[in-house]
């Protein structure tokens, strides 16, 4: 015999193989015996003689029209203790109530916030108020899902289930594109479950659309997988769907956070090409990405255009990316003229308004907050990374705590900046004290706190408990950046392990987890002529000339000390050495900075290393299109 079909039933068959077993009776209110009673005594009473003794005539029952008049009343904004009521009254009547009803209060449960109970409701409507639900129903379960916390593990199990318990159910591309949202949706996307959902829609007869593509391609750029992203970039227009400007924002935004902004360039020029003019939201990708370099100028020169040739109209996000620019650069008096402009033009400062700086950046702030702008994590994330920066670790400390008081909770990258800002101070007891307070809060751990925590722990040299988070990170399905690897090598160095680095920094060459800049050649280095292994680290400093790394003049310090008394002459070869290797390279900047740093500790380099750097610089590309030009003024006028 099956078993009934009442509330608890309907609730554990739902949840069955999820992780809501432990949910609370009051997820689900059915009766008004499950309602609080502020509930009760919010909700709009009900007139009974509306729906008493309600007549049938055809296919139409006396009492629908009503139903559905207070249903779109009480939806629109949400009245969810007057829903309840209405759902309970509608319980009680016992009889087949039409599909129309059900859509506009599941949405409104969605709009308060309220997923499992839209779930619930579409669960019902079957057993209690006898209507077989359709795909309209079903995407509006998954549309009110989609704007929860949630959604990532709420919206595919329900999906799944509702397929199997409905036969007749028939998934449009807008079920599709629901569900691939809320797979896709940080802060922990499934993608590996998205594509294969993805690769399921063409045998159903659906075509994914613009939506569909950019979704993922927009998941893929959020995580890194930018290879990944281009291919299905190539796919999307393979299959005839015109990619849309939302479409190459998300690259757009990947590629600005890798600095790689030649790579940017380009692909604003193919999305150009393919017909999709900037947005407002591209150029604020563009000029926020600019910024974030220290590429002002360009920033500027890229509003200019935005206003004059395209007519768009600066927004509090495109002043904001100028502002954080501007301070970082330390010209916090042309910030303060951008924000005058803002106010003066009517835009409000937002979260993109970010600060590094000490009072003048606080006076900054405190113009915001009158000017009316209401704080949230990103504003506030910024203000405590801006102070720890400059160890004014106790205001970031006041900061958080006038965070959660106002009701913004802090999330990863607060406690991330504040446990930096311990470290550099020096009290590793209360950077620890963060990082558990940061997991107690349930901060998931990410990249860049990992990376904050080894680095201060082995640069205090504890490096077997830098060790241990490693170990840990890794073992999460973390993967380690740059800092994590140069912190973990330079620690493992200052304790006597140089070969346990050695085999870290090529483990992460052959990982490809991340390129290695000149700090961690310099953290193997030193460890390396620190132990009197002067062959290998010239072997190293050859395979980092080979892989167009730069040395600086941290680099050049490293071996110069690592010289014996008497011997500056080989200081000089090496460094001369340096410079033929990289012109050879084609690295003329890196050269001539190594020219400069000889030229400053008196090593003036031979008069053959300055014919080859001249030689170089002439035959720069540029240099030579100025001389032909100039060859050519010459020859016109001597024909004259």
Known sequence: MPPPHNSTFSIHRCFRNSNFQNLPPKSFPTTAGDRSEDDTQSSTPLADDLFRSPRRSGGYTQGDASYLSLVRFYSDPPNIPALRALLNRMRSDRRPFPERLFPPIIRAFGRAGLPFEALHLFDEMLPSFQCTPSTFSLNSVLSSVVSSPDSSSLAFPFFRRAIRVHHSLNPNLLTFNLILKSLCSPPSPSLPLALHLFRSIPPRGLRPDAYTYTTLIAALSRTSRLDDAFALLDEMQLDGVAP??????????????????????????????????????TYNTLVHGLCRHARLEEALALIDRMVLRDGLVPNEVTYGALVDGLVKLGRIVDARRVFDVMRERGVRANEAVRSDGTEEAMNLWAVMISDGVKPNEVLYTALVDGLARHQKVAEAEDVIAKMTAGGCNPNVRTFSALMWGHFRSGNSHQALATWTKMVRCGCEPN??????????????????????????????????????????????????????????????????????????????????????????????????????????????????????????????????????????????????????????????????????????????????????????????????
Request: glycine share 8%.
């Open 244 to 281: 849309a400007s939302a479409t190459f924002n998300s690259l757009l935004h990947a590629i600005l956070r890798t600095g790689d902004l030649r790579r940017a360039a380009n692909l604003a020029r193919y999305m150009l090409l393919k017909g999709c003019p900037p947005t407002l939201a």
């Open 447 to 640: 990249q860049v706190s990992y990376s904050i925590l080894i680095n201060g722990l082995c640069g205090e040299g504890k490096v077997k408990e830098g060790m241990m988070v490693w170990k840990n990170m890794v073992s999460r399905g973390c993967t380690p950046d740059v800092m994590a690897y140069t912190a973990m090598i330079r620690g493992l160095c200052i304790a006597g392990n140089v070969d346990a680095g050695l085999r870290l920094f090529y483990d992460m060459m052959a990982r490809g987890d991340a390129e290695p800049d000149a700090v961690a050649y310099n953290a193997l280095f030193d460890g390396l002529i620190k132990a009197d292994r002067l062959i290998q680290a010239f072997d190293l400093l050859s395979s980092m000339l080979e892989r167009d790394c730069d040395p600086d003049e941290v680099t050049c310090n490293i071996f110069l000390k690592g010289l014996r008394w008497g011997e500056e002459e080989k200081g000089r070869e090496l460094m001369e050495g340096m410079i033929v290797r990289m012109v050879r390279r084609g690295r003329i900047n890196g050269a001539a900075y190594i020219v400069l740093l000889m030229c400053k500790k008196y090593m003036f380099p031979r008069s053959e290393i300055w014919e080859k750097m001249v030689s170089s610089f002439c035959n720069m590309k540029k240099v030579r299109v100025v001389i032909d030009k100039i060859f050519g003024i010459i020859s016109c006028r001597n024909d004259l």
